[in-house]
């Protein structure tokens, strides 16, 4: 590295040769005595980052721990029953004999039925919102519905068995079973509480999820989609229905399906309204049980060793389904929501 | 010809009012179910919240009066055990996340964090009976802490991540300009400058435990009596709702609407501050 | 005083990409040297390897020698010391948007640790006085964010935020790219009077600028210093065709 090779200019101001020169000006300057002394350590700066990178790895170690506990202390029920255990209709403590069908059967039911509701209801809702509504009720409603989501659930099952269960009980109930009743999903006493109560409280939980995704997905749809089909001459339905749930197809069903994650973990409105007992019945007049609720319910008061094992064994399924719902769904609203994936900003 | 046109498009015109009809009355079927919650809750609750239900404890079956004092004290413990824990684990985890998780390990930790968000309460309750209930023996606040701070992070760190990256680029390397460290940079600039941000993710992921009770269940447990350590079983709120809820008593059902409306007071206060923050926070003007 | 700055084989990538190649110059101390060429050139690369921020890109990497006085910017010093005695100055102005003006001009000592109450009033108002703003802002020291001022009233808040450090070069990154030009006209006239005790070097795609402020002048294209001169020679006899093709608009 000679200085020859550093093409250096002519000039005529005082030629000041850089190296030893400047070390002379800095003796003389005023800032000799620098405000900030000291030199500066590199290991603050270290520790700071491998604290927070531990704080990255403690949310991977808690996920860690948590498939770790389910199936280290679920082992017992598993080596008694292996599959199945998902597959026996029989839950007996005192006989030891477990079997967690009933349990399937009550958080699928008792999900899909949420669904079937809340669906609908949640897609208007998000269209009203986001393509209807005039703007100054648009800031207020998206509010309303977030608020649904604050209400914890165990003030929505507190008003379900006092309002709920007897409003579907002297109203809701005689009039299923009168006209739908040859289906056989409507038969039965109508006690109110139920797998029908669980649903409709259920739906209600998951309304402000399903409803405030799809409405995000709804306003990723790009404003030409909308616009080009307006210039067709189309109805604002006919644009609602071509130019934006169909681009926002898998983004809606994304939102769905973190619904039914939602209802699937929803554990104190249902225990509250489902009526606790493990049987599987055809109709949804009828008494259920779901996995969750079981938990609620008999963890607490599981006396043998055998008994709890069986009980994780359901959390562990509960968890395990949860999750690959979650993810799906998940995947599902990014492949609308995120048309670049963020690397490109950089 | 042109009959068939008018022809259409007035059936056309007929689906498009229809339509908006039918969204006109999923919103009215949405906001129902909530006007009638919130109706009641004020309606049984307000009359049974009275100076004896905020600093009494239980009274037994039979005997009037009593309160939820013992509860809400309770509620406020569990709560600040788990905002302890949960707090800065996950602000640290968000600050891992935008600052230095820009790669293929913070995509894990992005993904895992989403992931827990999904896991059901219950399953949280599980694993800090596990953790916590079985080590030491019994039920304690700290277990039920435990559980209330897991479900916390994931909310927070993911919030804290998306407002630090709010924070222009051009300010982080306007601090380094100087010759702050990044350490310095990070914590006195960049969650400087988000702090509403943040604590507006802190308070959603608090708002939403607050309530919670099914990891409480076989963590807290619940108590009839005043309790001061945190090792021994302790009320709360939300437990004591569903206890007196589900209990065949008029007394405790008048009780159960009561400790649900300081329950939502609570809760909403804490989401309007949320709003409030947003609004009116440094975040608003970027 | 200001320290002079020698770069001797500078080159940089971005991941597989080169973006300078076998840079060498002299930056003389106290003197205002004005980098030019058309956007994507490279300069403001340059100027970043100058202070090692170009590190705050993921993939970036430099070789070869830069020394800022007795300074060997890329072995043996911590980047965050040698920002301490390099200023830099930023294309748009970025004050600390939550921070007063006071704790903005402070910020640079205060987050170092510097804690002398008096000595850091004394540092804010003689660096708001450097920076031409005091007046302005004298009496809204406290009570105003640094957010809240005009561009180019924030532009040279940036500039006394920089001096508070008391540097010994300030880089420029295109301050005044994003101004009018009344708050141009004062930001040049400010780097006229830092010149007698910094070593400026300043990035602009403005000829005329570089042609007020600058003694020296460096033309930047695709990566490679194609000329150094004297800026008067640079813009009225420029030894390089593409130079010529340059500063006379014929190009970029």
New interface residues.
């Given amino acids: 590295?000679s200085h020859q090779?550093?093409?250096?200019?002519?000039?005529d101001?005082p030629e000041?040769d850089?190296g030893p020169?400047?070390?002379a000006?800095?003796k003389?300057?005023s800032?000799a005595i620098?405000?900030?002394q000291g030199?500066?350590s590199?290991i603050?700066?270290a520790?700071?980052?491998w604290?927070?990178?531990?704080?990255?790895?403690?949310?991977?170690s808690?996920?860690v721990?948590?498939v770790y506990?389910?199936i280290a202390?679920s082992q017992l029920s598993w080596h008694a029953f292996g599959w199945s255990f998902f597959a026996r209709s029989d839950w007996n403590p005192v006989e030891e004999q477990f079997g967690a069908l009933p349990f399937i059967y009550g958080t699928v039911v008792s999900s899909i039925l949420s669904l079937v509701i809340a669906v609908?209801?949640?897609?208007?809702?998000a269209?009203?919102i986001t393509e209807?509504c005039p703007v100054t009720l648009r800031g207020m409603?998206s509010?309303?519905?977030?608020?649904?989501a604050?209400?914890?659930?165990?003030?929505?099952?507190?008003?379900a068995?006092?309002?709920l269960v007897p409003l579907l009980r002297t109203y809701v109930q005689p009039f299923l079973a009168k006209t739908l009743g040859w289906t056989g999903l409507f038969t039965g006493p109508p006690y109110g509480i139920g797998m029908l109560a669980a649903g409709v409280i259920l739906a209600?939980m998951i309304?402000p999820i399903i409803?405030s995704i799809t409405r995000e997905v709804l306003t990723v749809v790009p404003q030409h989609q909308r616009e080009g089909v307006l210039a067709l001459g189309a109805?604002?339905?006919?644009m609602?229905r071509m130019g934006v749930l169909r681009n926002a197809r898998a983004g809606i069903v994304g939102a769905v399906i973190?619904g039914l994650?939602?209802a699937?973990?929803?554990?104190?409105a249902v225990t509250?309204v489902i009526g606790n007992r493990p049987e599987i019945a055809k109709s949804l007049f009828a008494p259920g049980y779901t996995m969750?609720s079981v938990?609620?319910n008999e963890?607490?008061e599981a006396t043998s060793n055998m008994y709890l094992s069986a009980?994780?064994e359901i959390?562990l399924a509960?968890?395990l389904v949860?999750?690959i719902?979650?993810?799906l769904a998940?995947l599902m609203v990014w492949s609308v929501t995120r048309g670049l994936p963020a690397r490109n900003i950089? | 010809m042109a009959k068939t046109v008018l022809q259409i498009s007035w059936r056309r015109r007929i689906i498009d009012h229809f339509m908006t009809g039918v969204a006109v009355l999923t919103v009215v079927l949405v906001l129902l179910p909530l006007g009638a919650i919130f109706a009641y809750l004020i309606y049984k609750g307000a009359g049974s919240i009275n100076w004896a239900f905020l600093t009494q404890t239980p009274k037994p079956v039979g005997e009037p009066g009593g309160g939820m004092a013992n509860a809400i004290v309770g509620s406020m413990v569990i709560l600040a055990i788990a905002s302890l824990m949960g707090v800065p684990l996950g602000i640290g985890a968000g600050i891992y996340l935008s600052e230095y998780g820009r790669n293929r390990y913070g995509d894990v930790v992005r993904f895992v964090s989403d992931v827990l968000n999904g896991v059901p309460s219950i399953v949280i309750g599980i694993v800090a009976y596990g953790l916590v209930v079985l080590r030491q023996g019994h039920f304690s606040a700290l277990a039920g802490g435990v559980a209330l701070a897991i479900m916390m992070v994931p909310t927070i760190a993911r919030t804290t991540e998306q407002m630090l990256l709010l924070v222009p680029q051009a300010i982080r390397e306007a601090a380094y300009g100087l010759g702050i460290p990044r350490w310095r940079t990070t914590l006195s600039i960049t969650l400087r400058t988000a702090t509403s941000g943040v604590i507006t993710g802190v308070m959603l992921a608090f708002a939403r435990v607050a309530g919670e009770t099914a990891p409480l269940l076989f963590t807290a447990f619940g108590n009839q009596y005043w309790n001061w350590k945190s090792d021994q079983p302790t009320a709360a709120l939300s437990l004591q709702i569903f206890s007196y809820a589900i209990s065949p008593f008029d007394e405790w059902h008048r009780q159960a609407w009561a400790g649900a409306l300081v329950l939502i007071i609570l809760i909403v206060a804490a989401v309007a501050a949320v709003r409030f923050a947003v609004k009116h926070g440094t975040l608003a003007g970027a | 005083m200001g320290v002079g700055i020698t770069v001797e084989h500078v080159n940089a990538f971005y991941g597989k990409t080169q973006a300078l190649f076998d840079i060498n110059l002299v930056f003389e101390a106290n003197h205002a040297t004005a980098l030019i060429g058309p956007s994507g050139c490279g300069k403001s690369t340059f100027i970043r390897c100058l202070n090692r921020m170009h590190e705050t890109i993921p993939e970036a990497r430099v070789e070869g020698t830069v020394r800022i006085g007795d300074l060997s910017v890329y072995n043996g010093t911590s980047a965050t010391q040698l920002r301490r005695r390099v200023g830099m100055v930023f294309q748009k102005a970025n004050p600390f948007p939550t921070m007063s003006i006071y704790d903005n001009v402070a910020a640079g000592l205060k987050l170092n640790g510097f804690r002398n109450r008096k000595q850091l009033d004394e540092v804010v108002e003689r660096s708001l006085n450097s920076a031409a703003l005091w007046e302005e802002v004298k009496d809204n020291l406290h009570k105003k964010s640094g957010a809240s001022l005009s561009g180019g009233q924030q532009q040279r808040l940036c500039i006394a935020r920089a001096l508070a450090v008391q540097p010994e070069v300030l880089l420029m990154d295109e301050p005044c790219s994003a101004l009018d030009p009344i708050s141009t006209g004062k930001i040049e006239d400010l780097i006229f009077q830092l010149k007698e005790q910094y070593t400026i070097v300043i990035v602009t795609h403005n000829m005329q600028q570089a042609a007020r402020v600058a003694e020296f002048t460096g033309f930047f294209l695709l990566g490679k210093m194609i000329e150094f001169d004297k800026t008067e020679k640079v813009f009225r006899k420029p030894s390089d065709k593409r130079t010529e093709d340059y500063v006379t608009g014929r190009f970029g």
């Fill in positions: 590295m090779a550093v093409p250096r200019p002519r000039f101001a000041s850089p020169a400047s070390k000006t800095l003389m300057d800032r620098p405000l900030l030199k500066v590199e603050p700066d520790l700071f980052g604290t927070m990178r531990l704080c990255g790895l403690a949310v991977v808690l996920l721990l948590i506990e389910l202390r609908p209801l949640a897609v208007g809702v269209v009203f209807m409603l509010f309303t519905t977030e608020l649904l604050a209400i914890p659930s165990v003030i929505y099952g507190l008003w068995i006092f309002i209600i309304i409803s109805t604002r339905w006919e609602i973190l994650g939602r699937l973990g929803e554990t104190m509250m969750a938990l609620a963890f607490s009980l994780i959390g509960l968890f949860t999750i719902v979650n993810a998940r950089a």
